[in-house]
């Protein structure tokens, strides 16, 4: 079936970095929008940034000009870069990606587990 592993999650000091990856893997005849979602302890989960098959992106407010989303199509990969971190982006970060198994088939939403993501201040 189809999977999404992130990876590159951890604790890392305010004004650091940090780069999350996500492959997916599986029976995937293409992808559409990948991106990826954040949920902090008691708040909804929320949109931090995605990016479609043409490589146009879009982000959260609190995220803009700090994270940079990007994908390979060939390895079906979908990367944040995630720079000058602050407390509040302490959060799990799932990976999503919208999959069509088959050519004749419908796209389907598919996610991660996620990874925890810790800063500190």
């Known amino acids: 079936q189809v999977k999404l592993v992130e990876s590159g999650g951890g604790l890392v000091q305010a004004g650091g970095s940090r780069r999350l990856s996500c492959v997916a893997s599986?029976?995937?005849?293409?992808?559409?929008?990948m991106g990826w979602y954040r949920q902090a302890p008691g708040e909804q989960r929320e949109l931090v940034a995605d990016?479609?098959?043409?490589?146009?992106?879009n982000y959260a407010d609190s995220v803009k000009g700090r994270f940079t989303i990007s994908r390979d199509h060939e390895r079906k990969t979908v990367s944040l870069q995630m720079n000058r971190l602050k407390p509040e982006d302490t959060a799990v970060y799932y990976c999503?990606?919208?999959?069509?198994?088959?050519?004749?088939?419908?796209?389907?939403?598919?996610w991660g587990q996620g990874t925890q993501v810790t800063v500190s201040s």
């Open positions: 990016i479609n098959s043409a490589g146009a992106t």
């Open positions: 999503t990606a919208d999959i069509n198994t088959s050519w004749y088939g419908s796209f389907n939403d598919y």
């Open positions: 599986g029976p995937i005849f293409s992808i559409n929008v």
